[in-house]
């Protein structure tokens, strides 16, 4: 976004104006206040070396301090993979040949009042019919979410995740 600007020598609102790791476009984005610090998420994730990035949901931290919504700027810190050299896959769910798309993002407290963060997911089958759904929650240890919860329609009588924002 801030290329030229950094090419002429211009200020810009955001610490890291050019490509941040290695990320080049982000799909559907979610927000929510976690332990103090604001979570995003997103969708479908373009690589710059490689168009097929993360299908398997993208996320990143902003300090409270530093978001300043008035100015339209967010610094964002993704969450990267051990080699710090892309985004981390945050939702791996089985089959892995389709992507997860989770929705309804959730902070919570449980019984100790400590903070919790769910979401519902979906896995899309070939024709975007759902093959997978269900309930998952955030591991701070591993910063990525893992299924607590699946859900059979059939079974559960539960209203359907259809992905639907």
Not at 63 to 72: E, L
Request: charged share 25%; with cysteine; glycine share 6%.
């Amino acid at each position: 976004v801030y290329k030229d600007s950094v090419l002429l020598g211009k200020s810009v609102p955001v610490e890291k104006p050019l490509i941040q790791d290695r990320v080049t476009g982000l799909d559907s984005v979610m927000g929510v206040i976690y332990h103090g610090k604001y979570y995003w998420f997103f969708g479908d994730t373009n690589r710059v070396d490689n168009l097929l990035g993360n299908f398997f949901v993208t996320g990143a931290t902003s300090n409270m301090s530093n978001i300043d919504f008035s100015q339209k700027r967010v610094n964002l810190e993704y969450i990267t993979d051990s080699n710090h050299e892309f985004v981390k896959p945050l939702a791996r769910v089985e089959p892995r040949n389709q992507p997860t798309w989770i929705h309804d993002v959730v902070v919570l407290t449980d019984n100790d009042s400590t903070e919790i963060m769910l979401c519902t997911f979906l896995k899309p089958q070939t024709d975007v019919h759902p093959a997978v759904r269900g309930v998952m929650k955030w591991n701070d240890d591993s910063q990525e979410f893992q299924v607590i919860k699946l859900i059979q329609e059939e079974v559960d009588n539960v209203w359907p995740i259809d992905g639907a924002h």
